[in-house]
């Protein structure tokens, strides 16, 4: 029998041996210190886990009075089909950083099969990057530099990921690559554009997420979890979380993302279906003195299913 602990070995082993003109790499994800509340986002098996409609959307604003910092909105949308041994969803992402502006698109599709105590599901995710590049708003030291002598249109770029995911009611854990294409976006010397889509394993960016619940007692239960990334060439990178639940209501939590930000996030939940959560992040790097941290909100809607009625905050 596969068991949870096997799972777990499994997809640690996976990252832990992962750890090991002008151009603009559209190759890269936005960070999130509420993962925990938007992991579609990140793992297209996570779609149609709740066994309902669910619905989430976030507002990131980075290192507030930074000039050109990240601003990022999403919303994703997902839900179980045929008994729910399917999921489908669809996450749209709008950002801008300095001169580049892009959305993504993506369409998600889980299959799912119980295994032991728990459910496991494969899921793929596709769809397209979006990106535009300003470069005429920039103000160059030289007069008639040609590296900002037009700007960018958007261009669109397809990707696909892949991930999978299992979960209990107390315990979770998933493994992630997002987005499987390297775009490049870069100038001719003719002043065209040049696209380059390709698929290069070591540009991957590998997620792994852990999380388990523990119920305390009626009224106090601890929802500690650990979000792992790594890409080759580069230190791996850990997100540590514990979330407190009180009295099925209130939601307090901290965070600690290595060598960049300690957090603070609370949550409130209206009803077992509605939560909305609000975070902030203190930078821990010299950019602490240019910068008042960031924030994200979040809101979480959970619809009954087919005449289901949700008694309970689905924790994961």
Known sequence: MITKNRIFRALLTLVLLIGGGTVVKAQYD????QYMFNEMFIN??????KEAISLTALHRMQWIGFDGAPTTTTFSAHAPLLKNTMGVGV???NEKIGVTNRQL?????AYRFQMGKGKFSLGLMGGLNMIRENLLSVQTTVAGDQAFSQNIPTQMLPNFGFG????????YAGLSIPRMIDNKLSLTTANGIKTDNKVDLKSFHYYFVIGRLFAINDNFKLKPQIMTKAVQNAPVEWDINLNALIRETLWLGASYRTGADVSAIVGYQFSPQFLASLSYDYTLTDIRNYN??????GLNYLFS???KKIVTPRYF
């Open 164 to 171: 999978m995911y299992y979960y209990t009611s107390k315990f």
């Open 44 to 49: 297209p098996a996570y779609a149609g886990s």
């Open 105 to 109: 698109i993506y369409g998600d599709y």
């Open 292 to 297: 008042s941290g960031s924030i994200e909100f």
């Open 305 to 307: 299913f087919r005449g």
């Open 30 to 33: 936005p960070m999130f210190t």
């Open 91 to 93: 996450s749209v992402l």
